[in-house]
């Protein structure tokens, strides 16, 4: 076996890497540093291998193209496992197996798994160097395409080991990308070790292990035993014209709009308002000495996805991702240029299609994998926030729960105060998207938007939600949106993206006592005055009460659908809970 020189002397990475090269048995070891020679050079061989393709560098320079196996798209949810002690710490939300008979499974599956490949030794921080938030992972991979897609989503390289130390406290990480058969595709977390083994998959939501893997699914098992919050959230800042600044977190479902809310250009009418991004898809909080909730975001890089992103509906994405970008599964033009559905008005009339096939518009299926992907550094973002790398974070006066449903859901109402902000939360649910293997569009709970990525009992992940209330002394108010509601004949009652900046505002305002509102059976909605139309086309009061209608028979349905999920989670189920849901459908 070839071996580069370790760059790290820390003996329990030294150890580490050892046993798993032992059980891999690759024909060399790669320990990255994060360097742009190191970069240049496995682009370079990333290319030569056929992994990556050099895109046009004239109209996008410094970007590349992935392909990946078509049985390999999106997230696979029913392959991904929570291996803690018991299957009561794991919860009837997760898939579980005892951790013992998992280790049995993979060690079988990864043993030689390397052989003939290069074993990739890949450090890297979630988290700003130096935050008390921050964690180390390291992640051994055989695939050239995660090494460098780490190197863009996360603070990869040396860094990591300037914050480690001499400690032994970081995430095990193993992925053995195998034959991407499904059948040995795992996804298998084991919280009471902080270590991760992936199988048989080469998607960035099962491989890129920092993200959901560590930084929400072993992330919010290590939050509630160490007293913080690891959320499906993206975080930003709103200024107004005076320069008061607010921030906000926001947690939606998987490819419900995060990173367009994140990245919104406000409408002309709202001209001195800024909006600057902290994150696009995670929130580490924790309760700060100043009594606030303080957020971090543990990404460096966005995975985003392409379909429907375009000048309008993001244009900050679309800067973002005009250089040094690695895309999966769009589609490409002749000029190896990028396209995807929604990217144009009018697709170009010859493509070559996300699995490298002739496509056409005349073509029956989509050019781009609606699950696309691109991979791109945060600093790219015009409206990027500087203090995305402050290690003290920054403090939330907002957090939403936003969801994506045809029906019932108003376009947004605030809770009357914490407990019911995490009844509005626990109960959220909205419609599945490509973002994860299965049907698109069914109606699911989804509380928090975690279903997929809480890596513990959801019950007892409610009760840490409500016990962090004695450790605020300002806590942030709480808020419920949907975007996506339609009238009977299917169209969109609220017109989202920019003018989303409306609804924002009125959340800000809210929090600084700014806008009045009325209290309604969910909770607090904006009077036809708190709320700002002027500019709209083809809006008015008449528009947003149908968007704000609250209908009773709707919600007397609403109501017995959650209680599928209390009655799945009755034994560790809060009270509150339960006390909450009485109250909403005495007020119904
Ligand atoms: C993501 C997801 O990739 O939620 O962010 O699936
Ligand atoms: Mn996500």
Not at 173 to 197: S, T
Not at 430 to 441: N, P
Request: aromatic share 10%; charged share 20%; proline share 7%.
């Amino acid at each position: 076996m070839n071996s580069q020189k370790p760059n790290t002397s820390n003996p329990a990475v030294l150890r580490w890497v050892e046993e798993t090269a032992h059980l891999t048995q690759p024909d060399q070891i790669y320990w990255c540093n994060g360097s742009e020679e190191e970069k240049n050079a496995l682009t370079e061989e990333a290319v030569a291998r056929g992994v990556l393709i050099k895109l046009n560098q004239e109209k996008l320079p410094g970007c590349y193209y992935h392909r990946s196996n078509p049985s390999d798209v999106a997230r696979s949810e029913d392959r991904t496992f929570i291996c803690s002690e018991t299957a009561d710490d794991a919860g009837p939300t997760n898939n579980w197996m005892a951790p013992a008979e998992m280790h049995t499974k993979l060690r079988a599956l990864c043993t030689g798994a390397m052989r003939g490949r290069t074993l990739y030794v890949v450090p890297y921080l979630m988290g700003p160097l130096g935050s008390s938030l921050t964690k180390v992972g390291i992640e051994i991979t055989d695939s050239i395409y995660v090494v460098l897609s780490m190197r863009i989503v996360t603070r990869m390289g040396q860094i990591a080991y300037e914050q480690l130390g001499a400690g032994t406290n970081f995430n095990r990480g193993l992925h053995c990308m195998l034959d991407l058969d499904p059948q040995k595709r795992y996804i298998a977390h084991f919280p009471w070790e902080n270590a991760i083994i992936s199988t048989s998959s080469n998607y960035g939501g099962n491989v890129l292990l920092g993200k959901k893997c560590l930084a929400l699914r072993i992330g919010s098992a290590l939050a509630q035993k160490e007293g913080w919050l690891a959320e499906h959230m993206l975080i930003l800042r709103a200024e107004s014209p005076t320069g008061e600044r607010t921030y906000v977190a926001g947690a939606f479902p998987s490819a419900c709009g995060k990173t367009n809310f994140a990245m919104l250009v406000p409408p002309p009418h709202f001209a001195g308002w800024k909006i600057r991004t902290i994150g696009d898809d995670i929130a580490w909080m924790k309760p700060d000495a100043d009594g606030r909730l303080h957020a971090i975001n543990p990404e460096n890089g966005y995975f985003g996805v392409a379909p429907g992103t375009n000048m309008a509906t993001n244009p900050n994405a679309m800067a973002t991702i005009s250089h040094d970008t690695i895309y999966t599964n769009v589609a490409l033009t002749p000029d190896l240029d990028v396209w995807w559905e929604g990217k144009t008005k009018e697709p170009p009339p010859n493509l070559t299609d996300w699995k490298g096939q002739p496509w056409t518009p005349e073509s029956k299926t989509p050019a781009a994998h609606p699950n696309s992907r691109f991979a791109a550094p945060m600093t790219n973002n015009p409206a990027y926030a500087p203090e995305a790398n402050d290690p003290n974070g920054v403090p939330i006066s907002a957090i939403i729960f936003g969801c994506r449903r045809t029906t019932t859901m108003p376009l947004v109402y605030q809770a009357f105060n914490w407990i019911h902000g995490v009844f509005i939360g626990a109960t959220l649910s909205s419609e599945t998207t490509a973002a994860a293997t299965g049907a698109v569009g069914q109606v699911r709970r989804d509380p928090m938007a975690m279903l997929p990525f809480c890596g513990y009992n959801m019950g007892h992940y409610f009760r840490h939600w409500l016990r962090m209330r004695k450790k605020l002394l300002i806590p942030p108010r709480i808020f419920h949106v949907n975007w996506f509601r339609r009238d009977e004949k299917g169209k969109y009652l609220w017109p989202g993206f920019g003018e989303n900046m409306r609804v924002l505002k009125w959340i800000v305002d809210r929090c600084h006592g700014h806008a009045d509102a009325r209290e309604a059976a969910l909770g607090w909605v904006p009077g036809p005055r708190d709320f700002d139309l002027t500019g709209m086309e083809n809006f008015d009061a008449m528009n947003l009460a149908k968007a704000q209608e609250i209908n009773l028979e709707e919600w007397r349905r609403e109501s017995l659908a959650n209680d599928e999920l209390s009655f799945k989670l009755h034994s560790e189920l809060p009270k509150e809970l339960a006390y909450q849901r009485e109250l909403l459908v005495s007020r119904l």
